[in-house]
Structure formats: C-alpha cells, structure tokens
C-alpha cells in the first residue's frame, strides 16, 4: 500500500506547475501533490503555464495532448526561453513513444497515468525537485563567484592604479634628484651653466620637427636632462681647465657617457634614456666613443641628442675657446654631416633655426 511522506514543515513549500485539460486529472493531481505538502498552479493548457513561467516554480508536469498548445509544443517554447525547470510529463498508458519524445525534447522524467503508485509519483517529484535547487544552488554559487570575481578584479584595478602613480612618483622623484645633482654640478662652472636646460630645448624642437610620437619626446627629454650625469664623478677643474685637456684628462672625461649609463642602470624604467646616455657622443663614421658604433648602430633620438649638444657647445662660451654664431654652428653641422652628425636631422634643426630667425 502507498503511503502519503509528510511535507517538512521547516522548508518553505515547493511551487508546482500542473498543466492538464482533464479536469478530473488535474484535481487529482493537485489534491496528490498538497498531501505531499507543495503548493500547486493548475492550468488547462500549455499558452496558460507558458506565460506562469517564473524562477520559483520548482517542476513542471505537463499532459501531452493538450487543445491549443500541446505539451510537445510547452517544452520546445521553454527551451527557447532557457529555462532550466525540470519537467515531467503525463502519458497515458500505451503511449510510451511519446515518453520517449519527451526524453528527446528534453523532458527530466515521465508519470503514467492513472496514478497508482504514489511512493514512485512522490520520488519522481522530489527528484526533480531536488535537480531545480541544485541548479538554483549552482547559479547562486556562480552569481557569487562571478560577483566576487569582479568585486577582487575592481579592487586589484584599484590597487594597481595606486601602484602605478607610486611608480611614477618614485620615477619622477628620482630622475628630478639627478637632475638636481646635474643642475648643481653646471652652475658651478659660469660656462657649463645652462647647458642642459638648452640642450633639451633643442632636442624638444627637433623631435617635433621630425615628427615623432609623444612617448619618444619623453624619453628624449629625459635622456638630455640626464646626458651629462656622468660629469658628476670627474674632476670639476679638469673640465672647467682653460686650454687643451691632457692625454689622461681627455680619457678621463670620456668616460662620463659610460659613467652616466651605469648611475642610472638600477633605475629600469630609464633603459631607453640609458642608451642614448651612453651613445650621445658618438659618430656616424664610428670615430666616436665609447663603442664606436657605426651609421644606423646609433638610434635616431642619440642622433638629435648629438646635434643639440654639439650646437650648444659650438656656440656657447668656453673658458677654452671662443663660441661660434649660430649660422657658423649650423655650418659647422653641415659641414660633418654623414661623419659625425645625421644629414636629415642636421636639416631639420637648420630648418626650425631659420625659422626662428625670420620670425625675430
């Protein structure tokens, strides 16, 4: 004999959506299911339960030959709108290829009917039941999950951005303290004073000139401020020394562009601006130092760099020389181009000069 399982009165009712056009099945049915203690929507047909669809309904048990929407018809309308409730549908003895159409179509499971083994209906029920709180379970758990994900992903965003003006402030903070150092070491010698504040201007103006991006303006602006930096360890008074330098004072003083590199070395973000340090007074023709490169071995922004500071040192005063015009500097480039100095950006600096000129 079937026995009635009482409903746990400690967990909230399950919701059943009962679609039948039988209503003496469906008053059956309905009075089976709340002795079991669930809370049942009944309708006549499939239009009907379709638009009762929502998330709290647990089952849905569906008849198969229905007037208007069939429950063939109800399932393929719910796995267009996705829905993830287990449905069971009702078959009438001697309809098992139509149990099996429903498996196909995606059914959960199948109850004959009439019902006569309710212990059998009641397991069915409940296993269905069981599959819709583990699905509930699964998309609240990803919910969650996803949720949390995007909660720690918005936090390490927030922390990378703080990280990132850390960075940069540690940057700026330590390219300024050598830039200090530099300013200091100049405007010791009346001469040298100035000389990298000018030497950057022009290599702005030129970098501009030839049209390169604003990240290469950056890293040549850097790389002139710091160009000198390897003049900090050598003997002031060699190179402030009035006349020619002597053979050891000469390798002496040129090893400030290796000397510089290697002050800046530990800071990695000044990489680029290290080579251009290192390279500054190099030449196209490879008499240059300290590596000797040749032609295209020097970059295009160590190229500017070499032109500006050769022009400023050209026209600038010196306690060893007099200082040239800037036409006479400018020829003096020409005059070096494809040995020491690049033709195009030679002419290119020519060009903004001539402009200037005319414009005063």
Same mark, same amino acid.
């Given at each position: ?15 059943i ?22 809370q ?17 309904i ?8 229905m ?64 599959k819709?709180m ?5 998309k ?11 909660k ?25 303290? !050598?830039?200090? @150092? ?6 010791? =010698?009346?001469?040298? $004073?100035?000389?990298? #504040? /000018? ?10 000139a ?11 602006t ?10 900090l360890?050598?003997?002031?008074s060699c ?9 050891e ?21 000044l ?10 007074h190099e ?8 590596d ?5 071995? !020097?970059?295009? @922004? ?6 500006a =500071?050769?022009?400023? $040192?050209?026209?600038? #005063? /010196? ?14 480039l ?6 020491q100095?690049d033709p ?17």
């Amino acid at each position: 004999m079937s026995s009635i399982r009482p409903h746990n009165s400690s967990l909230p009712p399950t919701k059943i959506l009962l679609a039948d056009d039988d209503s003496l099945v469906r008053d059956a049915v309905v009075k089976i299911l709340e002795l079991f203690g669930h809370q049942v929507i009944a309708v006549d047909d499939g239009r009907a339960a379709l638009n009762l669809v929502s998330d709290d309904i647990d089952t849905i048990i569906l008849d198969i030959n229905m007037p208007g929407m069939n429950g063939f018809e109800t399932i393929k309308a719910l796995n267009e709108k996705k829905s993830d409730i287990p449905v069971l549908f009702l078959t009438g003895a001697g309809s098992m290829e139509f149990a099996v159409k429903a498996i196909n179509l995606g059914a959960y499971d199948f109850i004959s009917k009439p019902i006569e083994d309710l212990d059998l209906f009641d397991v069915k029920i409940r296993r269905a039941i069981e599959k819709k709180m583990f699905l509930r379970r699964e998309k609240t758990y990803k919910e969650n999950l996803e949720n949390e994900v995007r909660k720690k992903t918005k936090e390490l965003a927030e922390k990378n951005l703080l990280l990132e003006k850390y960075s940069h402030h540690l940057e700026v903070s330590s390219v300024n303290t !050598i830039i200090t @150092l530099n300013t200091a070491l100049e405007e010791k =010698d009346q001469y040298t $004073a100035g000389h990298t #504040k /000018r030497v950057t201007e022009y290599s702005k103006i030129i970098g501009m000139a030839m049209g390169l991006p604003r990240e290469d303006i950056d890293v040549l602006t850097r790389a002139c401020q710091l160009h000198d930096i390897g003049k900090l360890v050598i003997d002031v008074s060699c190179i402030q020394k009035p006349g020619p330098l002597s053979d050891e004072e000469w390798i002496l003083v040129k090893k400030h562009p290796e000397i510089g590199e290697n002050i800046i070395k530990p800071l990695n973000f000044l990489e680029r601006e290290g080579e251009i340090v290192r390279h500054h007074h190099e030449r196209l023709d490879g008499q240059g130092y300290p590596d000797g490169l040749v032609g295209d071995q !020097i970059n295009l @922004l160590t190229k500017i760099v070499t032109v500006a =500071d050769s022009f400023d $040192a050209m026209t600038s #005063k /010196r306690s060893y020389k007099i200082n040239m015009s800037k036409d006479e500097a400018v020829a003096e480039l020409r005059a070096h181009c494809n040995t020491q100095f690049d033709p195009l950006v030679v002419e290119s600096f020519a060009y903004i000069l001539s402009r200037s000129a005319a414009k005063s």
